[in-house]
Structure formats: C-alpha cells, structure tokens
C-alpha cells in the first residue's frame, strides 16, 4: 500500500497515519450489540464496517497478529427484569445463577444476531465476550478509581451508587470537545441531590431486594459499602477492552507496548456512542490506570436513515436485519445479505446513509454484473488496497472493484485478482449450487452455440443465449490463453 494506512481520528480530528504500537499484535475494539432484542439495520452499519477494517489490518499485518474484540452487552435493567420474571423462583432457590438465568434469555437474540451478521458476510471477532462474564474486572476497576480519589460512594433516591468524577478528571470532554463548565451551564435538569457535579455518571448501581444484582465490597473513605447492585453502561468497555487488549495479551506483546500499558490502537462505533458512551469509557480507563490515552485512534460511523427519515418504530420504518433477510417487510420482497453489505459499503462509513429500496436495488444490479471465482493465491489489487487504506474509502473500493469486475468478464484469467479484491470486502459473490441435471442440460446448449458459432450460424447461437437468459443462466465468452480459441463459462444469476 503506496502511503500506508490512513485513518481519521476522531480524538484528533484529522486523518493520521495508522502506527500500531506493537505491529505483531495490532488491537481493535468494537462496542457490540446489547442482545434484549433483534439487531437492527442500524446495528448492522458498524458490524459491517468494523468488518472491512478487521479484513483490511489481516491483510497489511498478517491473520494472526490483529485481536479484534467486540462486546456483547448482556447487563442491562430490562433484560435483568426478563430473567427475574422467567427464572425468578430458580434464582431465589438457588438451582440458577443471575447469569445463567441472563444467557437463557439473551441466548436467543444472541444467536439471531450471529447468525444475521454471518449473512452479512461479517467474519467472526477474535473475542467476543459477554459484559455479565466480566464483573469481577468492572468492580476491580471501580476500587481503583475509588483508590485514586476519581470516584465516590453517595446514596440517592434508590439506594447507594458509586459515581464517577468528572471534576476530577482535568481533559475530562476530550474526545467530544465538551467542557465540563458548558455542561454544568447549560444543564436543564436539577443536579440531584447525592451527585458533586451534574456530569458524574454512575459506575456501580444498587439493586433493590427484589431486583437482581451481583455482590460487590467498595472501601471508600477507609469504610467498606456492600452494594449488592449491577454496573453501570460504560464500565463494562472499560473492563473488556482492558482484559483482552492487555491484561491476557501482555506477555506477548513488544518492549514498545509494555511501556504503555493498559493502552491499545483502535476503538470504534457509531456516531452516536462519542457522548456520553465513549467520553465516559475514556475517563474510566485513563483514571484507573492514569495514563493519557485509553485508544490512539477512535473511529466512528456516520448515522444511518431509513428512506430519507430517522428510523423509528412510531415512524414505522424500524426494521431488523433478519426481516430484511427473512421477510417481505422492506420494499415487499427478502434481500440477499450480500445486497445489503454492499448497499452500506456504496457510502463512505463517516458519511451519513440513506438507506432506501433504491438502493438495495442498485447494489444488486451492480452485484449481477460481477463474476464468481476462486482468488487462491492472487493477492487484492493495489487500486481496492488503496482506496481502503484512505481511510476506509469503500465508495472508492467499489468503484475500482467494478473495473476489475469488467476486465474479469473479459478476460477469465483475470478472475482470481477480481475474487481476491472483493473477497478483501467481503462482497465476493456468491455462486449458486445447481443440480446435475441442471448443470449437464445447461453445459448441452452452452456447447450447442459454440458450434452455432463456428458454423457462423449467428441467429441460432443469439437464440440458445436468449433461451439460457430467460431460465436465470448468464453467459461469460472468452478466449483460450493458449489455443486462442472462444470459450464459454456459465452462472446461475443472482
């Protein structure tokens, strides 16, 4: 890649050059679905995105030297509440833990969403852990920034909460460029009584007896509180990207690395996560381990819209990815996953989306004129490699995709190169499974023109294509490198 790697930071504001800090062992973090319900299309923008940056730092760092974490988050008051109500009487028996009773009731959605975003062509993240497996590391992390004077113990209007001090964080704001004085001013609702300051945000929340939690001991002010409680949202990125970007990686990792510990490359997310979600990921991690950066690059997606509107159930244009999928829902028909990939890669990720019906339909009309083939060893073309090291830019990546999509149609034996470019996107089309008989009657007429040709009988071969066109069968005619001969290979189309 001529220039390397480029991204744009968004703690920065500018587009830097993508250094990791130990090239063997590049670190990405991604905040995942919360699984109460089914993924929606909207979900679906930064899986897809964070996917190409996965494939494209594979590629340039090698498979096995990029971690890619991303979340689940199975902590949350309603999916507490739905465990309490369904395994209620096993919790208070005993014959059920809370987390146990909590991946009975998320398990479900948790496999739709995999199996949705397998559709989508998304590879698998290294790691992929659940929020309720990481308490021990939140309430580790609450102690400490306790110890270190960022955090306190107070009792509000439904029991005691360990708060966060944004006060006592200096750059506090740092990545979404808001001062803590301009919150405090223009805040419209009354601090309430138990917070120092109307930022601080909560860390640790106590339950009441008939709502679940997990025990937890905090010392502050040389008292020890028993909370029996649950975490509060951002700790639990700050826990999980802590325990698998360093604390079970760190013995491998360079001179370089160790010297910034508890720090790792890349964190991404939508738009929408910057405040308060990653501003308050960020105070956690920096206070706790008092260190300047908790990420050297944050990237974020642009916000997605459904034909022109703000998607919402009220609006009625609130959809899943598994009815896009699976139902006639969106346009009065189902959509192919790959369809709905390359619809989200046609805008740049910063950019906002329209996601639309029309759309869709020019991502399949651009997908039907692509071939199918195997890359084996051919690697992606320096034009998609490019175009995606310019910080992510897949309208660019698409664009040249298609070039080579057309030179392959012309020349076979340019396939492999087209195959291993949109493989690197993950758009590489798929080709239909067909019967035998199918296959036999089929190669019978592709064999029949060719001989139409040769006896320059020009209308009977126009025919036979014409006929194969009409049954779905899409014709590709080339030459033989080495006789020069005409050649005809054959797809089902999408």
Not at 385 to 398: I, K, M
Request: proline share 4%; aromatic share 8%.
């Amino acid at each position: 890649m001529a220039g390397g790697l480029k991204l744009y930071n968004t703690l920065t504001r500018d587009k830097v050059d993508f250094e990791p800090i130990d090239p063997d062992n590049v670190r990405l973090y991604v905040c995942g679905p919360t699984v109460y319900d089914f993924a929606h299309i909207g979900n679906a923008r930064p899986v897809i995105v964070f996917d190409v940056l996965f494939r494209l730092l594979r590629h340039t760092y090698g498979a096995d030297k990029v971690t890619y974490v991303r979340n689940i988050t199975d902590v949350d008051d309603k999916i507490n509440a739905r465990a309490l109500r369904d395994f209620g009487s096993q919790i208070a028996g005993g014959s059920m833990s809370l987390n146990e009773a909590i991946r009975a009731v998320t398990g479900p959605t948790e496999s739709q969403f995999h199996a949705d975003v397998a559709a989508l062509g998304c590879l698998k993240p290294t790691v992929e852990p659940r929020a309720t497996d990481n308490i021990p590391q939140m309430i580790e992390i609450i102690q400490r920034l306790l110890d270190m004077g960022h955090a306190y113990v107070a009792k509000g209007s439904e029991g005691h909460e360990v708060l966060f001090s944004t006060a006592s964080m200096a750059d506090y704001g740092m990545l979404s460029k808001r001062k803590l004085e301009d919150q405090q001013a223009g805040a419209r609702v009354a601090v309430e009584n138990h917070k120092m300051n109307p930022a601080d945000f909560v860390l640790w929340k106590q339950s009441a007896d008939t709502e679940p939690g997990w025990p937890a001991n905090f010392t502050f002010e040389a008292k020890t509180h028993a909370i029996y409680g649950r975490p509060g949202w951002h700790i639990e990125c700050s826990a999980m990207s802590d325990r698998y970007l360093w604390e079970e990686i760190k013995d491998r990792l360079s001179p370089k690395a160790k010297a910034k510990p508890h720090q790792f490359d890349i964190h991404g997310g939508g738009l929408d996560l910057i405040f308060p979600h990653h501003e308050n990921e960020i105070a956690q991690s920096c206070c706790a381990f008092d260190n300047d950066l908790m990420a050297t690059v944050w990237m974020h997606n642009g916000f997605l819209q459904v034909e022109g509107r703000k998607m919402s159930k009220s609006e009625g244009n609130f959809v899943t990815i598994n009815e896009l999928l699976a139902t006639e829902k969106f346009g009065g028909r189902q959509w192919p996953g790959e369809v709905l990939r390359l619809a989200m890669l046609m805008t740049h990720y910063r950019e906002p989306i329209d996601f639309s019906v029309k759309r869709l339909e020019e991502a399949e009309r651009l997908l039907a004129k692509w071939p199918t083939g195997e890359a084996g060893d051919t690697a992606p073309d320096v034009s998609v490699l490019e175009a995606l090291s310019d910080d992510l830019n897949t309208v660019a990546a698409v664009q040249a995709l298609h070039a080579l999509a057309q030179a392959a149609n012309a020349d076979p034996s340019k396939l492999p190169l087209f195959a291993a470019s949109a493989a690197l996107l993950g758009v590489a089309p798929k080709k239909t499974e067909v019967s035998d008989d199918l296959s036999a009657a089929v190669q019978a007429l592709v064999d029949l023109r060719l001989e139409m040709l040769k006896a320059k009988n020009f209308a009977e071969a126009d025919r036979i294509r014409d006929e194969l066109g009409e049954k779905g069968i899409q014709l590709r005619d080339g030459k033989d490198k080495e006789t020069g001969e005409r050649v005809t290979g054959w797809e089902v189309k999408r």
